[in-house]
């Protein structure tokens, strides 16, 4: 028996057994990454977990817990140091590479002044050369001690789309206004541009097809109603590139109805009448065969639904709508079991663990070197560059291309996959950006279709390279409100050229969600099939160089992150609301997701840096000025010394808190104990109050249980919940 491509099974078994192997591997390789340890001529320096206070752009700050083992002393000298550095990520792998150590400060508790000198000439001459390799989700988590967003976004947009309920299993076609329709040259058919779904219309006559590459539908106005053809033109059938053919295509069972729009809308499917399931203990309530997180609270009758990462609330299904911020949910949202068939919409729950990690997650840029002399842009207009001015700023943009061109100054910058070009001319030639006008680019608002540019940046250049990266929101995602959203809200009209339909990035009609594992996924169940065909037909939409939620943009779905293929609308199907195993055998179970022997996730583990032709921009190593001392892994170390604020060393150990002191361990008495009305006497309370003030005089129990939490919270697989082990333990 042979598999497609004509590959034993066998092989195929091997072959997945490879891949798992080596995915676990990359996994558990990360999962004991600190402590980590530099060697040097008088001993080794062990370097705990970093404790970053502040992150700007690619420059991190922090402190951190180090222990100095000599080689004539086989106690460690415990002490903390203060750092800043440069960091390199790259999302696809989760890796962040600390390197060009500077260290501000070096404090040695654990030692007498006479030593204090040399062994900070020691361990700085050490940690300025050195790089430190760890996982990126780490370096997320243990943000929560970190200076975080202290204001959400303004002028962000939350009016409720359209918002349409069926119980009938269907598909939304959406037309971005009025539908347009073009010549298909060679042939007797007209393409409707303005749809991701593949629409044809017979010229001169008022008939319309829609087709999924499998299913096919006819009406007689674009507009529908639609009804099931069995057997499509023949010449209309040719017309369907080879390359959509693909026999692992995601098909369904039986024919969904089509529900047609010309506005933003959300449609909501259930499988059937809405079958309401009791979740937390009664408090509420959710539809279990839908594909949209959709709730009701029974103390107030209210119903929510969840929408690009937005929450709203209605008594009815009519409406009307109303915007909910995320932190003004009911309490009862953030009890929602992390495990339960909707455990993954405590993303969009302020206030959880799943969260805060969105929003931190949000924080960290998408790194890059980029050689000058491989990094090209061609920009086409249609006719000659026309230019509109962003109101309120000192930006004008054009608006007849499809690439992202700003005018500032009598000076021309272009974005493109995450890279700044430069030019003095609007059709160039264009050159890699060493600097940009970042205050003029700030300014530019939400309502832009421009906005996202405002999350890329330059951070420095040599004469071969250029130093560059983005954070999500290039990617419309945004922090607002401690969780995730997705789009401005904002409606920024298309561009048409031609034969071709350049859509602007929509917040609505995609169904898109967000889990704790991939990012952010277009989560339209039954549009899988019909969405892998939207870019056919010598026209349509264009595959548009501003991405979003994995490969797909606006229209044109080519990417794989529709993760329903069974023909079955439920809950534990949709890895954009699901718990961790079922999101996990959704992704695992799509055959699309199998090219490359790799997962396809969203938008988080995506580097676009490392797509496609983007590669070869990239420099295969980044130029140092010296030899650099890569730090090892130090696994038979536990990561649970930690640096105070004030340069004091602790230590977590069996669920308590201990201080380094006259190098040992001192146990420092839980928070609380002051007004603990256990004493028997105010003689014994005098004596516990002194007790606690020799071995806690300055301990801060709220910044350090934080810190812990933080350091737990990156130890777990993303979005899980459970205490950090205790199997090694510290010196």
């Known amino acids: 028996m042979k598999l497609r491509l004509n590959v034993p099974i066998l092989t195929v078994i091997k072959t997945w057994f490879i891949i798992c192997f080596f995915l676990l591997f990359s996994l558990t390789s990360f999962a004991t990454d600190w402590p980590q340890e530099l060697s040097g001529d008088r001993g080794t320096i062990v370097v705990y977990q970093p404790q970053p206070e502040k992150l700007k752009g690619n420059i991190l700050t922090g402190r951190a817990a180090m222990s100095l083992e000599l080689k004539d002393n086989p106690s460690p000298i415990f002490g903390v140091f203060w750092f800043s550095a440069k960091i390199a990520t790259d999302r696809s792998e989760n890796t962040v590479t600390i390197s060009q150590l500077k260290v501000t400060k070096v404090g040695w508790p654990d030692s007498k002044e006479s030593d204090e000198e040399q062994f900070s000439q020691f361990v700085e001459a050490q940690l300025v050369s050195s790089s430190f390799t760890a996982s990126l989700s780490k370096l997320t988590a243990s943000l929560t001690s970190a200076e975080q967003i202290k204001e959400s976004l303004a002028a962000i947009k939350n009016d409720p789309p359209i918002i349409q309920f069926t119980s009938t299993l269907s598909v939304l076609l959406s037309y971005d206004g009025d539908p ?63 390359e959509d053919e693909i026999s692992d295509a995601p098909q369904v069972i039986s024919a969904p109805n089509i529900v047609t729009v010309t506005e933003p809308t959300e449609l909501v499917v259930s499988d059937g009448k809405a079958n309401w399931t009791s979740l937390v203990g009664g408090k509420l309530l959710y539809v279990e065969n839908t594909e949209t997180p959709w709730l009701r609270e029974l103390a107030s009758g209210e119903m929510y639904v969840l929408l690009s990462g937005r929450w709203f609330r209605s008594k009815s299904e009519q409406g009307p709508w109303i915007f909910v911020r995320a932190d003004k949910l009911p309490q009862s949202f953030k009890e929602i079991p992390p495990d339960s068939a909707i455990g993954g919409i405590r993303t969009s729950v302020a206030g959880t663990d799943e969260a805060e990690q969105a929003v931190l997650d949000a924080q960290i840029p998408q790194t890059a070197a980029i050689k000058r002399s491989e990094a090209k842009l061609t920009v086409n207009y249609d006719g000659e560059p026309i230019f509109e001015k962003i109101a309120e700023t000192q ?40 600097n940009i006008p970042q205050e003029a680019i700030a300014q ?54 031609g034969g071709w339909y350049y859509p602007r990035p929509p917040t609505w009609g995609l169904h898109v969600g967000y889990n704790p594992w991939t990012g952010w996924n277009v989560g339209v169940s039954w549009g899988s099939p019909f969405f892998r065909v939207g870019v056919v037909w010598s026209g349509g939409y264009h595959h ?68 496609g032709v983007n590669k070869k921009r990239n420099a295969i190593k980044q130029p140092s000025t010296g030899k650099i001392n890569r730090a090892k892994v130090s696994p038979k170390r536990a990561n649970n010394v930690y640096a105070d ?58 910044t350090m249980n934080r810190e812990l939490h933080g350091r737990q919270m990156g130890n777990m697989s993303r979005g899980a919940r459970q205490p950090m082990g205790s199997a090694r333990r510290g010196r």
């Not at 010449?235 to 369907?240: E, F, G, P, Y």
């Not at 080519?558 to 993760?563: C, E, V």
């Open 180 to 242: 347009v329709f073009r010549d298909i040259e060679k042939s007797s058919y007209q393409r409707a541009l303005n749809t991701p779904l593949a629409v044809v219309k017979k010229k001169n006559q008022e008939k319309f097809y829609l087709t999924s590459g499998h299913l096919w539908y006819q009406a007689s106005s674009a507009l529908g109603p639609w009804t099931i053809l069995a057997n499509p033109p023949a010449d209309l059938k040719a017309l369907i590139p080879k």
């Open 395 to 434: 930006v004008e943009y054009a608006t007849n291309t499809s690439a992202q061109v700003l005018k500032i100054s009598e000076k021309y910058y272009a974005v493109d996959n995450g890279v700044w070009f430069v030019a003095s001319k609007p059709k160039g030639p264009w050159q890699v950006a060493d």
């Open 444 to 497: 530019i608002p939400p309502s832009s279709p421009m906005y996202n540019t405002t999350y890329v940046t330059v951070y420095d250049s040599t004469p071969e390279i250029v130093y560059v990266g983005y954070t999500p929101g290039y990617m419309w995602s945004y922090p607002y409100y401690g969780v995730p959203i997705y789009g401005t809200g904002w409606y920024y009209p298309p561009y048409y050229v």
């Open 544 to 611: 548009h160089p501003r991405p979003c939620c994995g490969r797909y943009y606006g229209g044109g779905y080519r990417g794989n992150t529709n993760i329903n293929i069974n023909g079955n609308v439920n809950i534990g199907n949709s890895v954009s609301i699901a718990n961790r195993a079922h999101a996990k055998k959704r992704i695992a179970e799509n055959p699309a997701n199998r090219a490359g022997g790799r997962i396809t996730q969203g938008h988080r583990a995506n580097n676009l840096y490392n797509q």
């Open 645 to 702: 604020k004030r340069g004091g060393v602790v230590r977590h150990e069996n669920g308590q808190w201990q201080n380094r002191s006259n190098k040992n361990w001192k146990t420092v008495p839980k928070q609380g104990t002051l007004n603990s009305p256990s004493f028997p006497n105010q003689q014994s309370r005098n004596q516990q109050i002194n007790s606690q003030k020799r071995n806690n005089r300055t301990f801060d129990h709220k």
